[in-house]
Structures are given as structure tokens and as C-alpha cells.
């Protein structure tokens, strides 16, 4: 017989004399379960940090020394009276506006209205930034002006009864306007 073999046949015979001192049958095999369902659980709690909670919820528990703190009792402060302290005033500072705030100004597209046959108002002086809106209110045609920029800040703009253009003026400069179907309808936008 090999080695193996021995080895093995010494196993079945010490499993036997176990199991019989364990009182025979299945009781040995599940004695050894038992046991080693305790070692692994053993293992468990030796190797698994946290596994065991503790109070603080910091992991397994400790042996640890208690240490005794010794607290210092408090003295008395003597009593002070408060002193008032005035309270300075402090005045909110004044907030910067912009110079000018940007303003929408009207111009009326009615020539029929008018006794010269015109924009209302012809002229128009605005701030940098503003806005000029030209409104087709012309209630004897109830038709089509197209406004045009001499200078061609924008295309010519189609402005049916009823509707609107706006355009916001940049730059400083004198600007020119007029109808491309009434060329003598005219006028300038002055921005300073």
C-alpha cells in the first residue's frame, strides 16, 4: 500500500472511533459541521473589522484601559456691569445708476394725418442705446410702407397697417430714414 493509501485508511478509521463516540449514525457529520461553522465564524469576527458594533459605530470592540478624567471645577468670575457701547449709524451708500437707462421712442407712420404729408415726428434726437419704434397707423390706405435706412442699418423693413419696426441706435451719429414708396417721406434720428 502507498502512503496515500495509509493515510487514508488511518482517516476512515479515526472518523469511525468520531463518529462512534459521537454516538453514531449522522451525529459525527454534523458535529463537524458544527465545529466548522464555528471556526469560520471565529475567523469571521477576528478578521472582519466592524463586524461586532460598538457603541460609537466605529467597528469591533477593544480592550481598552478605562482612564479616569478628572474635571476641574469652574471658578466663579467676578461680576462685571455691562458698559453701554453706542451703536454708529451707518448710512446705506448711495447705489451708481447707469447714466441713462435705455429709453423706446415712437414714431408714427400716418402721412395722411399730417398737413405736410410726413412721419410723426419727422425729427427724433435719442440717447445712445435707445430705441426708435415706427408704428404703421395709417388709417385712410390701411397699407404698406417699407422704411428704409439711408445709411443701411437694416434692410428695408415691410410695415403693414397695424405692425411695427425697432431698431436700437449704438452708435452716436445722425441717421436717416425714409419710405422707398414715398421717397419725400423722410426723416433723421439724432443720437447723442
Same mark, same amino acid.
Given at each position: 500500500m502507498g502512503f496515500i493509501s495509509e493515510m487514508y485508511?488511518?482517516?476512515?478509521?479515526?472518523?469511525?472511533?468520531?463518529n462512534d463516540w459521537c454516538g453514531g449514525g449522522s451525529r459525527g457529520l454534523l458535529a463537524v459541521a458544527a465545529l466548522a461553522l464555528l471556526i469560520i465564524a471565529l475567523l469571521a469576527v477576528a478578521l472582519v473589522p466592524g463586524l461586532i458594533p460598538t457603541n460609537d459605530g466605529e467597528g469591533v470592540v477593544a480592550d481598552e484601559t478605562p482612564t479616569k478624567v478628572h474635571e476641574a471645577k469652574p471658578t466663579a468670575a467676578p461680576t462685571v456691569a455691562p458698559t453701554v457701547v453706542p451703536t454708529p449709524t451707518i448710512e446705506p451708500a448711495p447705489l451708481e445708476t447707469p447714466e441713462h437707462l435705455p429709453e423706446l421712442h415712437k414714431i408714427v407712420i400716418n402721412p395722411y394725418a399730417t398737413q405736410k404729408f410726413e412721419f410723426d415726428p419727422v425729427n427724433c434726437t435719442i440717447a445712445r442705446n435707445d430705441s426708435v419704434i415706427w408704428i404703421n397707423e395709417d388709417t385712410y390706405r390701411e397699407g404698406l410702407y417699407i422704411l428704409t435706412s439711408a445709411e443701411g442699418l437694416w434692410q428695408p423693413a415691410d410695415i403693414r397697417f397695424g405692425s411695427e419696426f425697432t431698431y436700437t441706435f449704438n452708435?452716436? !451719429? +445722425?441717421?436717416?430714414?425714409?419710405?422707398?414708396?414715398?421717397?419725400?417721406?423722410? !426723416? +433723421?434720428?439724432?443720437?447723442?
Amino acid at each position: 500500500m502507498g502512503f496515500i493509501s495509509e493515510m487514508y485508511v488511518k482517516f476512515l478509521d479515526s472518523w469511525d472511533e468520531f463518529n462512534d463516540w459521537c454516538g453514531g449514525g449522522s451525529r459525527g457529520l454534523l458535529a463537524v459541521a458544527a465545529l466548522a461553522l464555528l471556526i469560520i465564524a471565529l475567523l469571521a469576527v477576528a478578521l472582519v473589522p466592524g463586524l461586532i458594533p460598538t457603541n460609537d459605530g466605529e467597528g469591533v470592540v477593544a480592550d481598552e484601559t478605562p482612564t479616569k478624567v478628572h474635571e476641574a471645577k469652574p471658578t466663579a468670575a467676578p461680576t462685571v456691569a455691562p458698559t453701554v457701547v453706542p451703536t454708529p449709524t451707518i448710512e446705506p451708500a448711495p447705489l451708481e445708476t447707469p447714466e441713462h437707462l435705455p429709453e423706446l421712442h415712437k414714431i408714427v407712420i400716418n402721412p395722411y394725418a399730417t398737413q405736410k404729408f410726413e412721419f410723426d415726428p419727422v425729427n427724433c434726437t435719442i440717447a445712445r442705446n435707445d430705441s426708435v419704434i415706427w408704428i404703421n397707423e395709417d388709417t385712410y390706405r390701411e397699407g404698406l410702407y417699407i422704411l428704409t435706412s439711408a445709411e443701411g442699418l437694416w434692410q428695408p423693413a415691410d410695415i403693414r397697417f397695424g405692425s411695427e419696426f425697432t431698431y436700437t441706435f449704438n452708435s452716436s !451719429g +445722425t441717421y436717416h430714414y425714409g419710405c422707398e414708396y414715398f421717397p419725400h417721406i423722410n !426723416g +433723421t434720428i439724432t443720437v447723442k
